[in-house]
């Protein structure tokens, strides 16, 4: 059984540029969370996506953006990156009604 | 608002107990987990506990919850090196399954052969 996938596991970019990244959830998950996590700090929660939809959102602003697919998996794009963009960005995933959210391995943006 | 505080370092030797303490602020019931992340690596669920508990065992670990204080601690018994890594507190914010976690800063246990 996979567990959560995430792509690619690095990446770099410049500032002004775009970014998507994407997530495979758990085999029989259906909600699909991204956190940010800078250096040094714990994850700070971004947006969760269930039902294709956004359902809840943390204090980031509108140049974050997902989507959700409808086999579940999830794209986080992040536009007009500035430095401070630069952390490991990771995927959980989790069934409804369910307490735990599983992580990915993450994936780690550098912003130049 | 909502917070979640921890100590930021623990050192102990191979073989002993670590105790690792959490402090978080919101009242509502809740969830409360223990996640450990090694270098370069995602997060790994270790255990959680519902507010309405006050002790959960598994294996080595036991993780002991007090609500009047909002104090929550996670020990792990005869601390191995393969133990050494960060260790974060999370909460559920919005009390249910599926709100958002709020993360502490996380705590660096150094196991020392």
């Known amino acids: 059984d996979a567990g959560v996938t995430q792509s690619p596991t690095h990446l770099i970019k410049t500032r002004g540029q775009q970014v998507t990244l994407r997530c495979s959830p758990k085999?029989?998950?259906?909600?699909v969370s991204w956190y940010q996590q800078a250096l040094g700090q714990g994850p700070q929660f971004i947006f969760q996506y269930y039902e294709e939809e956004e359902r809840q959102r943390g204090n980031f602003p509108d140049r974050f953006s997902g989507h959700q697919f409808p086999n579940y998996s999830s794209e986080l794009n992040v536009n007009a990156l500035l430095l401070g963009d630069s952390a490991l960005y990771l995927c959980?995933?989790?069934?409804?009604?369910?307490?735990?959210?599983?992580f990915g391995p993450g994936t780690r943006l550098t912003v130049l | 608002g909502e917070d979640v505080e921890q100590s930021l370092f623990l050192s102990v030797r191979e073989g002993d107990s670590s105790v690792i303490n959490c402090t978080y602020t919101d009242s509502s019931s809740t969830y409360l987990y223990w996640y450990k992340q090694e270098p370069g690596a995602g997060l790994q669920l270790l255990t959680y506990?519902?507010?309405?508990?006050d002790m959960k065992q598994d294996q080595r670990l036991t993780v002991l919850l007090n609500k009047k204080d909002k104090h929550l601690s996670l020990r792990i018994a005869d601390t191995q090196t393969g133990d050494s890594a960060i260790y974060f507190c999370?909460?559920?914010?919005?009390?249910?399954?599926?709100?958002?976690?709020?993360f502490g800063k996380g705590t660096k246990l150094s196991v020392k052969p």
């Open positions: 085999s029989g998950h259906d909600t």
């Open positions: 959980a995933s989790s069934a409804a009604r369910k307490a735990t959210q599983y």
């Open positions: 999370a909460e559920n914010f919005d009390g249910g399954s599926q709100g958002n976690l709020i």
């Open positions: 506990i519902f507010s309405n508990m």
